[in-house]
């Protein structure tokens, strides 16, 4: 039972139970009010008759009473009163009223008449010689109104119940079947189809927000687990020529009568592998985005610029050119060594993969919310078919590979960017651009 009323069918019908509840009060109270004014009425209509007849009785005595109790009677039709008169001995004098006279004067709430069978509103009162007066109003009217407000209350109170119970029935059944339809598809999932999605209904209800943003997690686990079927398979491919290289110069160790070559080789290829899975870990975590606990404001101009300064040196050693037009005062809340690691990836990958005599152009700039950091060259540039694995690891083109490198640094570059709010992009524009993203700071720039 206690689960029923934690349920959405229990929720509902608990409020429209309170409703009907309510309701129910409500009608108690205006009948109580409605009822409590149509008395006060008939005790000011009786009393101001009853003061009306006893002035008369001042004026001419009691004859003159029971001659304006007979022409009243005349008009009882219109006025709806009834009258009694009677002596000190208790004989009548006028009114066709059939009740007892009450022994005291005074209000009467409920006075019985007609053989018993009405019930009348009265009051009584003494005249000077003695006789006495009683003037009532049938409760026939009142009667009425407190019958037709509580047939009222009682169908609003059984309506607003069948409503909600109704009502609880409907919503706990749509609920039930959308629920039904999540549950069925993350048994799926738990069952191994990783291509389930939530359904969706195209309607703005809350159900609908939380199934797309469902689908929305899961099209992010999909994609983090398809990265993480093609890294183990790209290590396993590329690392295997590496262990193979490193295993035949142990071997030679092992066998060479002079063995300090080999064994330097050796831990040369040890070390770059290392390299490799420490650069492996490094884009794991920052892909993770636990560094954005670690953002600062920090002013992304002056942080480029001291990086292109810091390797102006190589490019011009290496006959190469570069440009550099930074807009100045672009600020960010970021990670500086990840920003510093974003800038020096992209100007070596230039550095590595263009030939001498290349001119090299990094540029900064706002566009849309968002900082643009772009780099380009006018060298041989990659195939165009070659741009949609630029940013994936291990990702290194055939005519790169006597140039060294692990195809690690771009796709470093990406998860930066992603990790700041921001994306990667790279085209062919006579030699290469690639482009890195960052959303901007609202606050002022800091340099820390």
Do not use: C
């Not at 009785?57 to 009834?82: F, H, K, M, N, Q």
């Not at 005062?329 to 550095?351: C, F, K, M, T, Y």
């Amino acid at each position: 039972m206690r689960r029923i009323w934690q349920s959405t069918t229990g929720v509902v019908a608990a409020i429209g139970t309170l409703l009907a509840l309510a309701t129910l009060a409500i009608g108690a109270a205006v009948h109580e009010l409605a009822h409590e004014a149509l008395e006060e009425q008939l005790d000011h209509r009786i009393g101001a008759e009853t003061r009306s007849l006893l002035a008369e009785a001042t004026r001419g005595g009691t004859p003159a009473v029971a001659e304006l109790i007979a022409r009243r009677e005349d008009a009882a039709a219109a006025s709806g009163l009834a009258y009694l008169l009677i002596d000190a001995t208790g004989q009548p004098l006028a009114g066709s009223l059939d009740a007892a006279m009450p022994p005291q004067p005074g209000y009467l709430e409920h006075l019985r008449h007609d053989r018993g069978q009405r019930e009348a509103q009265a009051l009584t009162s003494r005249l000077p010689d003695g006789s006495r007066l009683l003037v009532a109003a049938d409760r026939a009217a009142i009667d009425d109104t407190d019958r037709a407000i509580r047939q009222v209350t009682a169908y609003a109170f059984g309506s607003l119940l069948l409503l909600g119970i109704s009502a609880a029935w409907t919503v706990g059944a749509i609920t039930r079947a959308r629920l039904n339809g999540i549950d069925r598809t993350a048994l799926a999932i738990i069952g191994g189809d990783l291509g389930q999605r939530m359904p969706v209904d195209g309607s703005v209800s809350e159900l609908a927000r939380v199934s797309i943003t469902l689908n929305r997690m899961l099209d992010r686990i999909a994609s983090l687990l398809d990265n993480l079927r093609e890294v183990s398979g790209n290590v396993a491919h590329d690392l295997r020529t590496p262990l193979t290289r490193l295993n035949n110069r142990l071997e030679a160790a092992r066998t060479s009568s002079e063995p300090g070559s080999h064994i330097d080789a050796a831990l040369a290829q040890s070390r770059e592998l290392l390299d490799t899975f420490a650069a492996l870990l490094r884009i794991s975590e920052i892909e993770s985005h636990a560094v954005r606990r670690h953002f600062i404001p920090l002013s992304l101009s002056k942080l480029v610029i001291d990086v292109v300064e810091t390797y102006r040196p190589d490019f011009e050693a290496s006959g190469r050119r570069l440009l550099m037009a930074v807009a100045p005062e672009i600020s960010v809340n970021g990670d500086r060594h990840l920003l510093q690691q974003l800038v020096a990836n992209l100007l070596d990958n230039a550095l590595r993969h263009t030939p001498a005599g290349t001119t090299v152009q990094i540029t900064l700039e706002v566009s849309a919310g968002q900082a643009e950091l772009a780099i380009v060259d006018d060298g041989p540039g990659v195939p165009t078919s070659a741009l949609p694995r630029l940013f994936q690891r291990f990702s290194i083109g055939d005519s790169s590979r006597s140039t060294g490198g692990h195809g690690l640094g771009l796709a470093l570059v990406a998860a930066i960017a992603t990790a700041h709010h921001g994306s990667v992009k790279a085209q062919v524009d006579g030699g290469l651009k690639i482009s890195a993203f960052v959303q901007v700071s609202v606050e002022g720039s800091q340099d820390h």
